[in-house]
């Protein structure tokens, strides 16, 4: 599975972007597709990912009612739609793939087999 990962850029504070995430491949082994962001100095975390079939959601607390993932299973596509940034959200967004993936590992970077390449996403305060 390969992921291509597109729509970061500079915001202000409060504004929007709306990331997107395309599969190509094997897809029909994807079982979530989710994103990670990872800041300079710290350790890549969870935001938020989508279960393929039935699309529920998972999302990190710090993120929770101001992004939203959504799924195109037609395009093989994930979108993070980010609003109301704030500068803490700044980083590098990875987009990834998980072909099974359940409990507490779906917040993970281990629950991930295949990732995309990064997108920076800055938020100026």
């Known amino acids: 599975v390969q992921l291509q990962a597109s729509g970061g850029g500079l915001v202000q504070a409060g504004g929007s972007l709306r990331l997107s995430c395309a599969a190509s491949?094997?897809?029909?082994?994807?079982?979530?597709m989710g994103w990670f962001r990872q800041a300079p100095g710290k350790e890549r975390e969870f935001v938020a990912t989508?279960?393929?079939?039935?699309?529920?959601?998972y999302y990190a607390d710090s993120v929770k009612g101001r992004f939203t993932i959504s799924r195109d299973n037609v395009k093989n596509t994930v979108y993070l739609q980010m609003n109301s940034l704030k500068p803490e959200d700044t980083a590098v967004y990875y987009c990834?793939?998980?072909?099974?993936?359940?409990?507490?590992?779906?917040?993970?970077?281990?629950?991930?087999?295949?990732w995309g390449q990064g997108t920076q996403v800055t938020v100026s305060s």
């Open positions: 989508i279960k393929w079939s039935g699309g529920r959601t």
């Open positions: 990834a793939a998980a072909q099974t993936v359940s409990g507490v590992v779906i917040r993970t970077t281990v629950g991930y087999k295949y």
């Open positions: 491949g094997r897809t029909f082994s994807v079982d979530a």
